[in-house]
């Protein structure tokens, strides 16, 4: 088979991240530069026995950086993820050449404030989003956005973006980051919040005074935690304009 020039470009990948067992982080270097807005997903493939086998997966770099970068859980039953986990430096991939995906920043007057909830690897493309706009303000240029970021883990060291994320919530008053331990049985020496990501919505909502006609949430990661969080914030009165998610696995459900 000839993969397709067309569609496909080769990445290289230049360097390689074990957080734990099951998740990891790479950077590639594509023949082209990638194209694409935070938030948005880029497709991975694999050639097997004559054919490419594909996958999205949401993008953690930031536009301005010179090399993509991903973030993975290994799944055993998957296509993608298991031959991508044994792929070290100075391997190839394939890339399609165009990125996708509308799970952007709201750019609407008046939408300044984001919550951004997730499951483990939901965070990459909050990341990208934070470190796109940690670099305007540092140039001069804040937006007056204000990031919330609520991740859920089932143990904490699961967290593998969470150095980055304290530090730029340091550095920068409008970011906020709060991990959660959804197993603490598991990880006794968390003394962070606990619970379901879903649950602890409510709670920062209210904190935060995150109202609706100025807020929009986007929620990552886990079908089940995307549509338990849209039917809390529909009884709490966000609209359908306001709710925006990125389901990563099956059930395959549309986000509406």
């Given amino acids: 088979m000839t993969v397709s020039t067309e569609r496909f470009q080769k990445a290289t990948i230049i360097f390689r991240k074990d957080h734990t067992e099951d998740l990891w982080s790479i950077r590639v270097r594509p023949e082209v530069p990638l194209v694409f807005k935070p938030g948005q997903y880029a497709t991975l493939g694999i050639e097997e026995e004559g054919k490419v086998v594909e996958r999205s997966y949401s993008i953690c770099s930031s536009p301005h950086e010179a090399e993509v970068e991903f973030f993975f859980e290994l799944v055993m039953r998957g296509r993608v993820t298991p031959p991508l986990y044994h792929r070290q430096v100075g391997d190839n991939l394939l890339m399609r050449r ?143 304009e306001s709710i925006r998610g990125e389901v990563y696995w099956a059930p395959q459900k549309e986000i509406s």
């Fill in 98 to 240: 165009n990125a996708k995906g509308t799970f952007t920043l709201d750019g609407r007057v008046g939408h300044k404030q984001h919550l951004l909830v997730c499951t483990v690897t939901g965070v990459a493309p909050y990341v990208s989003m934070a470190r796109t706009l940690a670099r305007e303000a540092r140039l001069g240029h804040y937006s007056g956005a204000k990031l919330v970021v609520l991740q859920a883990a089932s143990r904490s060291w699961e967290f593998a973006y969470r150095d980055e994320l304290e530090s730029l919530a340091h550095e920068f008053s409008w970011v906020k980051y709060v991990p959660i331990v959804s197993r603490p049985w598991e990880d006794p020496e968390w003394k962070g919040e606990v619970g379901r990501v879903e649950d602890i919505l409510r709670k920062y909502i209210d904190d935060l005074g995150f109202v609706p006609p100025h807020t929009t949430v986007y929620l990552c990661g886990h079908p089940q935690m995307i549509e338990n969080g849209k039917g809390i914030l529909r009884r709490r009165g966000f609209s359908k």
